[in-house]
């Protein structure tokens, strides 16, 4: 009797789809975690409400927090020009003089231009013509 074993009749047993998902997943559990984390890493430094985003919004709020304060510095300074304008007539005297150009009955008022000559300071100082000599006689 010849008794031949057929190898293919004997197949190993086949493992179920989510079976080898399993075992993939458990073989490279390590390297999905890796990616996991790197992939965190990554948003939290570039991300929207990342470390970059918060200091470009800290950046911004320290320039308008002077912002801020230059403008309320020049409030204060426009205050104190409302109060002395509702208070002190020298002030109100001075505006009407530089600005409107009035002037009290009687006074004469002149205005000058600056000659673009004499605004410049020169390099050397004038020169002198030369002394002539005075006759002795």
Do not use: C
């Amino acid at each position: 009797m010849d008794r031949r074993v057929d190898i293919s009749a004997n197949p190993e047993p086949r493992v179920p789809l989510y079976g080898q998902f399993r075992d993939f997943f458990r073989r490279n559990a390590l390297w999905f975690l890796v990616a996991g984390l790197a992939l965190l890493l990554i948003q939290d430094i570039f991300g929207n409400h990342g470390v970059l985003a918060m200091r470009r919004s800290q950046q911004q709020s320290a320039d308008m927090q002077k912002e801020i304060d230059q403008l309320n510095e020049e409030n204060q300074r426009l205050r104190g020009n409302i109060k002395s304008l509702k208070s002190d007539p020298s002030a109100i005297e001075r505006i009407a003089r530089q600005e409107m150009g009035l002037q009290r009955p009687g006074e004469f008022v002149f205005k000058t231009t600056p000659d673009s000559a004499d605004s410049k300071p020169s390099a050397a100082p004038p020169q002198r013509p030369p002394s002539q000599p005075s006759p002795s006689h």
